[in-house]
């Protein structure tokens, strides 16, 4: 995959950082973290939790993302409201608790207008794009990123809503990670109703990732073993076992054919999701190991993310790095240095990756762009609607084989 590789040993470049643009009314640093970051689907929109119960949203392209020296000392505070008359507006949103999950809805269909028409009259009558928030009292509120307005308000979990995935289709059903042990399934077409419980963890759920194809969720825990749930009966398919401490983080491929899963004993698993087969793990070594043992769990995992067009992983550890991984290479090809990071994501159409810090600070980095080869985008396209089983039984030579499954790179 010679086009693949060109952008090796590119180190990320920081394009921007984002403050919190309002002193903290505290004495302590307690709940001024960034838990989460997120970009909507069509990256018109970026969501940041700056920590102290408030969301801001705000529009995609930054006005100074092209200046990446000088954008510090501008210090972009979430004061400036406005980019121009007609331009989306920044929005702050008070959540009233403090924010650990986000999640945009894809642009939804038809119906989901109905619904918003019908509880808030006074709602233009727009494409409604959702941002759903999780909240550490259990609650999730549903916001209409257009507006600013709260549109629903989710009761179910018993302890701190930890992360959230909307189904990428478009129908609008969310699902819901908690402490409290449980994943829930809201539907938002019918007033947010919640659909099913899905019990099995005996930890925290600390995250929730829905495949693209829709038919897929993968739950972790504060576990070594990673649950894999069908989102058409909600049952469980199987349990993966092969980290050694807490999975923290998962995600996966565009195409649904890999899952990625990050752990405090410090590697990422990829897995065939299909099988259950685990094809290749990822080692977080230190670039300067320390002289004694005092600092053991340093590279402790926080996040994985893929990159949209599923070459590339992001990974956000304790040794403050974020590491940038070529999927065929079991090292990373470009490191950067951030203190504190707790959170990472690509921006959808690439070139970008956002991560978020304990200091209640978002950065954004430069990511790898890249031509993809023909056989990736072909392998890509076939893999979006064929299982590893499927492509097993096609009548086609076996080294074709093992590419479209990702047996080799």
């Known amino acids: 995959?010679?086009?693949?590789?060109?952008?090796?040993?590119?180190?990320?470049?920081?394009?921007?950082?984002?403050?919190?643009?309002?002193?903290?009314?505290?004495?302590?640093?307690?709940?001024?973290?960034?838990?989460?970051?997120?970009?909507?689907?069509?990256?018109?929109?970026?969501?940041?939790?700056?920590?102290?119960?408030?969301v801001k949203l705000i529009p995609w392209p930054l006005e100074e993302q092209f200046i990446p020296k000088g954008f510090e000392a501008k210090s972009r505070s979430s004061k400036n409201e406005t980019k121009g008359r007609g331009s989306p507006k920044e929005k702050t949103l008070d959540c009233g608790q403090i924010v650990w999950g986000l999640a945009f809805s894809p642009w939804p269909s038809p119906p989901s207008k109905k619904l918003w028409a019908r509880h808030h009259p006074q709602v233009p009558d727009v494409s409604c794009l959702i941002l759903a928030t999780g909240l550490n009292d259990g609650q999730i509120k549903i916001w209409e990123v257009q507006t600013g307005l709260l549109l629903l308000n989710l009761s179910g979990h018993q302890d701190v809503v930890r992360d959230l995935s909307f189904t990428p289709s478009g129908s609008l059903i969310l699902?819901?990670?908690?402490?409290?042990?449980?994943?829930?399934?809201?539907?938002?077409?019918?007033?947010?109703?919640?659909?099913?419980?899905?019990?099995?963890?005996?930890?925290?759920?600390?995250?929730?990732?829905?495949?693209p194809d829709c038919s897929m969720l993968c739950s972790a825990a504060g576990e070594k073993s990673v649950f894999l749930w069908s989102m058409r009966s909600y049952t469980l398919i199987r349990k993966l076992e092969g980290h050694q401490s807490s999975v923290v983080s998962c995600d996966f491929s565009p195409d649904s054919a890999l899952l990625v899963t990050a752990s405090y004993d410090t590697n990422v698993i990829m897995w065939d999701p299909y099988t259950g087969e685990r094809l290749r793990s990822l080692h977080h070594t230190q670039l300067n190991p320390p002289m004694d043992?005092?600092?053991?769990?340093?590279?402790?995992?926080?996040?994985?993310?893929?990159?949209?067009?599923?070459?590339?992983?992001?990974?956000?550890?304790?040794?403050?790095?974020?590491?940038?991984?070529?999927?065929e290479l079991k090292t990373?090809?470009?490191?950067?240095?951030?203190?504190?990071?707790?959170?990472?994501?690509?921006?959808?159409?690439?070139?970008?990756?956002?991560?978020?810090?304990?200091?209640?600070?978002?950065?954004?980095?430069?990511?790898?762009?890249?031509?993809?080869?023909?056989?990736?985008?072909?392998?890509?396209?076939?893999?979006?609607?064929?299982?590893?089983?499927?492509?097993?039984?096609?009548?086609?030579?076996?080294?074709?084989?093992?590419?479209?499954?990702?047996?080799?790179?």
């Open 1 to 54: 995959m010679e086009e693949e590789g060109r952008s090796r040993g590119e180190e990320p470049l920081l394009l921007a950082e984002l403050k919190p643009g309002r002193p903290h009314q505290f004495d302590w640093k307690s709940s001024c973290e960034t838990w989460s970051v997120a970009f909507s689907p069509d990256g018109s929109w970026f969501a940041w939790s700056q920590g102290h119960c408030i």
């Open 293 to 327: 043992d005092s600092d053991v769990h340093i590279s402790s995992l926080r996040s994985v993310c893929f990159s949209p067009e599923g070459l590339y992983l992001a990974t956000v550890a304790d040794d403050r790095l974020l590491r940038i991984w070529a999927l």
């Open 175 to 211: 699902v819901s990670a908690s402490r409290d042990k449980t994943l829930r399934i809201w539907d938002l077409n019918k007033h947010g109703k919640q659909i099913q419980v899905l019990s099995g963890h005996l930890q925290w759920v600390y995250c929730c990732s829905i495949s």
């Open 332 to 409: 990373p090809i470009a490191f950067a240095p951030m203190t504190n990071g707790l959170c990472c994501t690509f921006f959808p159409h690439g070139g970008v990756i956002a991560t978020g810090t304990r200091d209640g600070h978002v950065q954004f980095w430069t990511a790898p762009r890249v031509l993809s080869s023909l056989k990736h985008l072909c392998r890509k396209a076939l893999r979006s609607f064929l299982t590893t089983y499927q492509v097993l039984a096609l009548p086609i030579p076996k080294k074709m084989k093992e590419f479209l499954t990702y047996r080799t790179f």
